[in-house]
């Protein structure tokens, strides 16, 4: 398996909030920030807001996009998506010269079966957006993998796929027939992987940390083996032997591109897919421990506090 499929299929992606917002000129928006800390309502209240990230596609008309640390506004047109990881503050009008008077969560609040509606009934503008919210042992992956805001032009590779996810997302919210709430949730998924996909794809060259490494020709093929085969009795010699290089040169090499040391690395992850099993809560630690890599359950215990910061008995007490 490849690092980047396993990391989608460690990953735990809840959508909730979606809406569609039909605007007129003049409109404004704001969103991120302190937008963040908008939950859904079941969710761990013990969760921080970095475990939030916002979607929207525009899918009729024209707009433009303020990004908090990006000095010019950003025009939008039709088939444009973004997402906003974190809390980057945004502010999305219908022009640069309109003064944003409220905020995506006060339009989502009034919506009615999930369409909201704002502005002065000038030229239309259609956005389908939403938040996901991810659980715990999904955090460190997502961090590693994304920048705080993503925009996707809708000329870019992998944008058709990702565009038909948004326009049948779109068509679910507004139908509300029975089972829509599920279907919903589950194109939100989709769509994040796709967004992922398209980011991904764009420029390669241009990704850093994680993303670099995974493209890298030596440790790429070091990063696959070993995400192909978790478990194994991974050495800084044997991961240098799938790159093809020397030890010290893939030791090198690798921290320059991950930050970390070869075992680091594999240690974390190994624990953040032993905190995947875990929350599944029907396997006994020790086929948890030997799934991850260890002999017994008391070295796997040993790790997992070392790294986690906690039990693996405390880390399931802290979720319920």
């Known amino acids: 398996m490849d690092p980047i499929s396993d990391v989608f299929r460690t990953l735990h992606v809840t959508a909730f909030g979606q809406h569609r917002l039909e605007a007129t000129a003049p409109w404004g928006l704001k969103g991120g920030g302190a937008e963040s800390e908008q939950r859904e309502p079941d969710a761990d209240k013990s969760s921080s807001p970095t475990d939030l990230a916002h979607f929207a596609m525009l899918s009729r008309g024209n707009c433009w996009l303020n990004v ?12 444009d998506c973004m997402l906003l990881t ?84 779109a068509s679910e919210m507004a139908d509300q027939v029975p089972g829509s709430g599920i279907v919903a949730t589950r194109l939100a998924e989709v769509l994040f992987i796709q967004v992922l996909r398209a980011y991904i794809a764009s420029d390669p060259g241009r990704n850093k940390g994680w ?6 020709p030596q440790i790429g093929s070091a990063l696959t083996a070993f995400h192909d085969r978790v478990g194994a009795p991974w050495t800084v010699e044997s991961l240098s032997e799938a790159a093809g290089v020397s030890r010290s040169a893939f ?39 030997r799934s991850v890599g260890y002999e017994s359950d008391a070295a796997f215990s040993k790790a997992f506090k070392r790294v986690v910061g906690t039990s693996p008995g405390e880390y399931l007490k802290r979720g319920e």
């Open 68 to 79: 908090e640390g990006i000095t010019e506004p950003i025009p939008l047109t039709g088939g």
């Open 211 to 216: 993303l670099r490494a995974v493209f890298d």
């Open 86 to 169: 974190r809390d980057t503050p945004i502010i999305m009008r219908d022009s640069p010269r309109t003064h944003p008077k409220l905020s995506f969560r006060d339009i989502a609040a009034r919506a009615e079966s999930n369409v909201g509606h704002c502005g002065g009934g000038g030229a239309p503008t259609t956005i389908v957006c939403g938040s996901l919210s991810f659980d715990r042992a999904s955090l460190k992956p997502i961090t590693q993998l994304l920048p705080s805001f993503i925009l996707i032009r809708a000329d870019q590779a992998r944008t058709f796929a990702l565009q038909n996810t948004m326009q049948a997302l």
């Open 251 to 289: 030791a090198v090499r690798f921290k320059e591109l991950l930050g970390q040391t070869p075992l680091e690395y594999v240690t974390e992850w190994r624990m953040q897919k032993a905190m995947h099993l875990l929350e599944q809560k029907d396997r006994k630690l020790v086929d948890i421990a």
